[in-house]
């Protein structure tokens, strides 16, 4: 049967708790006390496990060279640094995120491969600013039977540099982040000859 309300008696739904919400605060620190810059989070305040955006507006010249977080009890947040920003997973707490403006200066380092294939350089080595062109030289081992395959670029995030040839000497443009030259040499196919007696006319066929 099925049982009779009783009258006077209204059930009221369970209220669910609000999620607590935290707090993301950026900090600016600078080279130089006359530099300007501004640091951005979005969202500024949101439930734990969202994730954060990090940006920032900063003069020509500049870059932000390290990047560290905080939590309320001083525990590092780890973060991710993309191009043109910085990621990360809102923990349990509020969260203050540290930027610091240095000028510019990116670096240039070069792979060969193989190591023993020939020899390579750039120059400069040290890069003081964006847009700046970097001169690339390869030398493979000839005596050692290795010719140059290829020279290619990157740069710290994975994006490809272009590199163009100019009388067998190589030129890129500097982006605003570290480069990786790749060098490659390779070796010469060995070629084997099988040598027998020609019977016929007395000389030494290959």
């Known amino acids: 049967a099925t049982p009779t309300p009783t009258p006077g008696i209204t059930r009221k739904p369970t209220a669910r708790p609000t999620p ?11 080279v130089d006390g006359g530099i300007d810059g501004e640091g951005f989070a979005n969202p500024t305040s949101a439930e734990a496990g969202t994730t954060i955006t990090v940006t920032w507006d900063i003069e020509d010249g500049y870059m932000i060279s390290e990047w560290w977080a905080l939590d309320s009890k001083d525990n590092e947040v780890e973060l991710t640094k993309n191009r043109n920003n910085i990621t990360f997973v809102l923990p349990e707490s509020d969260v203050t995120v540290f ?43 000839y005596d050692q039977g290795y010719y140059l395959d290829s020279v290619t670029a990157e740069d ?47 000389w030494i066929d290959s």
């Open 20 to 30: 607590k919400r935290y707090n993301v605060t950026v900090e600016m620190l600078f």
């Open 99 to 141: 930027l610091y403006v240095d000028l510019e200066q990116y670096s240039v380092t070069v792979i060969t491969d193989p190591s023993n294939g020939g020899e390579a350089s750039a120059d400069p080595e040290e890069v003081w600013a964006s847009g700046e062109e970097i001169r690339v030289e390869a030398i493979p081992y």
């Open 156 to 202: 710290q995030y994975g994006t490809t540099v272009g590199v163009r040839e100019v009388d067998e000497v190589y030129f890129l443009t500097m982006p605003a982040a570290d480069v990786t030259v790749n060098v490659k040499f390779k070796r010469y196919p060995t070629i084997t000859y099988v040598i027998s007696p020609n019977e016929d006319f007395g």
